[in-house]
């Protein structure tokens, strides 16, 4: 991978966490995939690796850890690409769950990302 492409400590970069939360109004557990901001923290150069460290889906500031290679495949630049990614992933999941298992179809906390202006 070229050096214009790796990160750098300080940026800002946008994941898709999996999410478990639990409805007002039921007392099962549901998933969601949610789009979350992050900072790269440290480069890790041994293994190719980047430390983001941001808030997740509840608040809590999470440690995530990553590849430089995942960088437009797991890991994005923009929020509206990672929406993509959660979309892709928020389908594959409905398509068993929602469709042929009868489930309802999950939440999906990031569309407001796929505005064209969405401005962040």
């Given at each position: ?13 946008w994941i898709v966490v999996e999410h478990c939360y639990t ?98």
């Amino acid at each position: 991978m070229s050096m214009r492409y790796r990160a750098k400590v300080g940026e800002v970069i946008w994941i898709v966490v999996e999410h478990c939360y639990t409805p007002e109004d039921s007392s099962l557990c549901e998933k969601e995939y949610c789009v979350c901001r992050a900072e790269v923290q440290k480069l890790l150069p041994k293994w190719d690796e980047m430390v983001l460290h941001g808030p997740g889906p509840d608040g809590y500031w999470q440690l995530h850890y990553y590849k430089n290679k995942d960088i437009g495949k797991k890991v994005f630049r923009t929020p509206r690409e990672a929406a993509l990614y959660a979309l892709e992933l928020t389908k594959k999941n409905d398509r068993v769950w929602a469709d042929m298992m009868g489930e309802k179809p999950m939440r999906r906390t990031w569309e407001k990302y796929l505005e064209a202006d969405t401005n962040i």
